[in-house]
């Protein structure tokens, strides 16, 4: 016990974390682990994307869990409770491209775990693949990120040739790390792989014919997703998620809307900001100006998933509803 209240110390020092009240004694009895698995991979991602790809490969050979839900990313602060589930774990999948920052090292340490990987699925896609970002969006840990450059847009779990990429990663480490089951994960990862090219497939084809293929997206994060499905993102509502664009940005975005030659229609808000009425707005003022039936349309980042709802078929529920959607407001 003495060693899990060490851990839980040192994740207070290095990550700003509160301690809550411990259990007895036995601190293996609720950190998050079955104890009739005991030679299971025991594996941890940091949010609801990649938990869906590695509990399709890991099937019943591996035991998944997932660190964030209602709480994206981009706002990762970790507990004691994420520290003591990591004490036991053998493997810790990140998206990594700057999108956790170092919480994942700083919650290794402070885990007591020196013996987790820590795997940056990022690392799996080629740096000129890439496209450019900026980090827009404040990481939990008390300093102003607002539009500093990330140098790489993060965002790549919304393109499903880069999810392959990222099952791919999963796969080959799940059989350096349980080799008797290495068939297993090969057959579990191109069954996935398969439904993800499907996925892209169906998207395209629901698309194709569609003429407007300007967006206005809500905020930086749809990139990989655009290209994916080959459209054009000209703006974005809020530079910095959480604060309403100023007259000078919205007068901004109007302006791009408004060219004569290929009028933008189609603006995006996201769940997560339901309570932001700049896209509304927006609209209002497009309709105003005289471009022809601009609308709403609600695109999720999949940065954030309430628990009862994460299964291994989230990631492509949640694309293909992304698809529908547009394809539903599109001309």
């Given at each position: 016990m003495s060693r899990l209240r060490t851990s839980l110390a040192v994740l207070l020092a290095?990550?700003?974390?509160?301690?809550?009240?411990l259990p007895g004694c036995n601190s293996n009895t609720d950190d998050g682990w079955p104890a009739d698995r005991p030679t299971a991979p025991k594996v941890v991602v940091s949010f609801a994307p990649i938990y869906c790809f590695a509990a399709n490969v890991a099937g019943d050979d591996a035991i998944v869990r997932n660190l964030l839900t209602t709480s994206g990313p981009h706002h990762f602060n970790p507990t004691d409770k994420d520290a003591k589930l990591l004490s036991r774990a053998d493997i810790f999948f990140v998206n990594g491209i700057g999108l956790e920052g170092d919480k994942p090292t700083k919650i290794k340490k402070g885990s007591g775990n020196k013996n987790l990987k820590i795997i940056e699925l990022?690392?799996?896609?080629?740096q000129d693949k890439l496209c450019e970002g900026s980090c827009t969006h404040d990481h939990g840990d008390g300093d102003d990120h607002s539009?500093?450059?990330?140098?790489?847009?993060?965002?790549?779990?919304?393109?499903?040739?880069?999810?392959?990429?990222?099952?791919?990663?999963?796969?080959?480490e799940l059989k350096l790390a349980d080799a008797p089951h290495a068939a297993d994960y090969d057959?579990?990862?191109?069954?996935?792989i398969a439904k993800l090219k499907k996925l892209k497939e169906d998207g395209l084809a629901l698309l194709k014919d569609k003429k407007d293929r300007k967006l206005v997206t809500f905020h930086d994060s749809m990139t990989y997703f655009a290209k994916s499905f080959d459209l054009d993102i000209v703006g974005v509502v809020q530079k910095n998620p959480g604060s309403e664009p100023s007259e000078p940005q919205l007068k901004k975005l109007v302006n791009l809307c408004k060219n004569p030659e290929h009028p933008v229609r189609v603006i995006c808000a996201e769940p997560q900001y339901s309570n932001s009425n700049a896209g509304t707005q927006l609209v209002k003022i497009l309709k105003q100006e005289g471009v022809p039936d601009p609308v709403l349309v609600e695109l999720d980042p999949l940065e954030?998933?309430?628990?009862?709802?994460?299964?291994?078929g989230w990631y492509e529920a949640k694309m293909r509803a992304n698809l529908a959607a547009l394809a539903e407001k599109m001309k």
């Open positions: 290095v990550c700003g974390v509160g301690l809550v009240s990022g690392a799996r896609i080629p539009g500093h450059d990330h140098g790489k847009d993060p965002h790549i779990w919304l393109s499903p040739d880069y999810a392959i990429m990222m099952v791919e990663g999963i796969r080959d057959r579990r990862a191109t069954e996935y954030t998933v309430s628990q009862d709802e994460l299964n291994a």
